[in-house]
């Protein structure tokens, strides 16, 4: 086999006559990287095939399909939310065999919709978009006889829209130069992604900034006065990319513009600038267009289809209904459908590792609140909504990022994940006090029969500035982050320690303990668990707990137990310690008891505050130190 000459970009345009085409996605059969599997991008079903990132090379007599996480086309929310009503794929061939355009309906079940038989020529094979309303894609087969087929220069398209939508990709970074400059430069290496872009904006917030790497020469040259580089104090993720988001609708080339963000630890997909800009520009109305979230360190897993908050709850996360959850996108069904997300599901929220904002969601709604981090994502999507701007999560369009389960739950981020879940739902849900009180109570008991002692002070201290007050935001959130830390370090269970020096534990001492189920009556045994821990009366001396299975009901059997942090680097060492107990419940329960009584107050004094705290004016003094 040979090496084909491809395309260094995708035709904008048709032959006279036919109109303008828009590419809204490019035909690729490999990822960006070795180390991600072909298979999210083509599977060969039978024969052999060479899979590289712009052509694909079929064997003689060999079968091969892109109905694949990013093989194919996401045909029903094309239809639900955009103008089109036709796509078309298209590519080059050379050789012989058969090109089929085949298409899902809501259960996975695949039918053909046109066969080319190709030669050395252009495939061109149209499907309309009239029938994909509540689920279904779109994708490629090859089946070849005596002779192989080369197909290169692969892309979907629609007819290009009247608007003229700018797009422009904002990065977030702190304290993470390496990576944000491999994000960078995944961006750069392909001309057709930059060539979508007004421009790259980078807001540095960290000490250890990406101007000191040896790549951000090579990168500012490739992206040379598209590129603007801006340096500022911490202000959290959502001080970062609000900066960029403001930068780009205040000071960009032109009023109409989607303004994409993309963390800097991920490993970017640049497709996914492709796949994103272009929905966003073909959308029926403004629309936050979000990209999906797969596994870094397994990377065929998608994290959710889509996914929403119970506000009351103080929870986000769920997976939609009918969305896939956090599985593999390469395996099948028992049926022999492939999981892919078939059924056309809502989201309520899309997280911000990689989502398109319309410049029109800042001129009805504001900029995002000052919440440093955590829920900022979800708070301005569901604002949103109520703006009558919706939001979409683009199956097919994703980027790898830290697996979550990997990231262990006791750590001060925690305070901000409580205490801005709360505001949220002060601002967009009834905040029924009974239940909402109900909810942090319930978590207060867990932490505290679990011996997450400095996690249950994290708690309280959430609590405690949502009913301060938005003057707790003046400052974006900076002294909030200094003072959790603070509060959390008398408590020894907070680090984490290699297993080898886990302080007070001996090897003999550290035999690995499994739990037992959950129990059926909850409130009893929390009950008794308290009771064991506070007289000292406890079944279990030490023992060693895996991340997995450090369930409330079973920590609390212990005096102390080496308990596996979720990263898999080490173990932190909770003990009981009567005297921090009294002292959380007494100060918890105070709290929970404001709150239940002073709790109505703080939500209208949040809901009287937004206008400002979102306003341009707002984020103006605090991008100036103020």
């Known amino acids: 086999m040979t090496d084909v000459a491809t395309l260094s970009t995708p035709r904008d345009a048709e032959p006279a006559g036919e109109g303008s085409r828009l590419v809204v996605g490019r035909g690729l059969f490999a990822g960006p990287l070795p180390e991600v599997p072909d298979e999210l991008y083509v599977e060969v079903l039978r024969g052999r095939a060479e899979r590289r990132r712009r052509h694909v090379r079929v ?33 080059r061939t050379r050789g012989a065999g058969r090109v089929m355009l085949r298409a899902s309906d809501t259960n996975g079940v695949p039918r053909t919709l046109a066969v080319h038989d190709a030669q050395a020529e252009d495939v061109r094979l149209a499907a ?76 540095d917030q960290g000490t250890d900034r990406i101007d000191t790497r040896e790549g951000f020469a090579d990168v500012a040259a490739r992206l040379g006065d598209h590129f603007r580089y801006l340096p500022q104090p911490n202000l959290g993720g959502s001080g970062g990319f609000t900066r ?11 009023p109409d513009v989607d303004v994409l963000f993309m963390d800097d630890d991920i490993r970017c997909e640049p497709e996914v600038v492709v796949r994103l800009a272009a929905f966003g520009r ?21 994290l959710a289809g889509a996914e929403y908050a119970v506000l009351t709850d103080l929870t986000n996360g769920h997976v939609s209904p009918g969305a896939v ?13 492939k999981n892919v997300q078939d059924r056309r599901v809502d989201a309520g929220y899309t997280g911000w590792w990689s989502c398109l904002i319309p410049s029109e969601l800042v001129r009805r709604a504001g900029y995002p609140l000052p919440l440093f981090f955590q829920w900022d994502d979800v708070e301005y999507c569901y604002r949103a909504r109520a703006h009558g701007v919706p939001t979409v999560t683009l199956p097919g369009a994703g980027v790898w990022h830290a697996d979550f389960p990997w990231k262990d739950w006791d750590d001060w981020h925690r305070y901000f994940n409580l205490r801005n879940a709360m505001i949220t739902a002060a601002l967009h849900s009834p905040f029924p006090i009974r239940h909402v009180t109900g909810v ?36 974006g959130g900076v002294a909030a982050v200094g003072a959790i830390r603070a509060r959390r370090a008398g408590h020894g269970e907070t680090v984490a320690h290699p297993v080898t020096d886990a302080p007070g534990l001996g090897p003999t001492e550290m035999e690995i303990v499994r739990s037992g189920p959950e129990p059926t009556r909850d409130h009893l045994v929390m009950a008794k668990r308290l009771t064991q821990q506070w007289l000292g009366r406890t079944p279990r001396h030490g023992g060693l707990v895996g991340a997995g299975e450090a369930y409330w009901w079973h920590i609390g059997l212990f005096d102390e137990v080496a308990v596996t942090d979720a990263g898999q680097g080490g173990v932190r060492v909770r003990r009981r310690d009567p005297e921090a107990l009294r002292s959380l419940g007494r100060d918890g329960a105070r709290v929970l008891w404001r709150l239940a009584r002073e709790g109505r107050g703080a939500v209208e004094a949040w809901r009287a505050a937004a206008p400002r705290l979102t306003d341009a004016d707002n ?4 991008f100036a130190g103020g």
Request: glycine letters at 8%; charged letters at 20%; hydrophobic letters at 45%.
């Open 59 to 91: 064997g003689a007599y060999s079968h091969v399909g892109t109905n694949t996480y990013f093989g194919r086309f996401p045909a029903s929310y094309w239809q639900r939310w955009t103008a089109a009503t036709e796509v078309r794929f298209e590519g």
């Open 128 to 203: 309309p978009l009239d029938r994909f309303l509540d689920g279904g894609g779109l994708w490629i087969e090859i089946v070849t006889d005596d002779d192989e087929l080369v197909l290169h220069d692969a892309r979907w398209t629609v007819a290009a829209p009247a608007n003229d939508r700018g797009a422009s990709v904002v990065v977030c970074t702190h304290n993470r130069a390496d990576d944000c400059i491999a994000t960078l430069q995944a961006l750069t290496d392909e001309h057709d992604v930059l060539a979508l872009l007004d421009e790259v904006v980078v807001v």
């Open 244 to 254: 960029g988001l403001y930068e780009v609708v205040e000071h960009g080339s032109r």
């Open 282 to 302: 073909c959308v029926a109305d403004p629309t936050i267009v979000g990209a999906q979230m797969l596994n870094l360190l397994h990377p065929t897993q998608v």
């Open 325 to 337: 959850g956090e599985s593999d996108v390469t395996d099948h069904f028992p049926d022999g459908t």
């Open 440 to 475: 942090l109570a319930d978590l207060l008991g867990r932490y505290l029969v679990s011996m997450n002692y400095g996690l249950a002070a994290t708690l309280i201290a959430a609590v405690e500035d949502f009913l301060a007050g938005p003057r707790v935001l003046d400052d």
């Open 619 to 622: 984020w103006r003094r605090l």
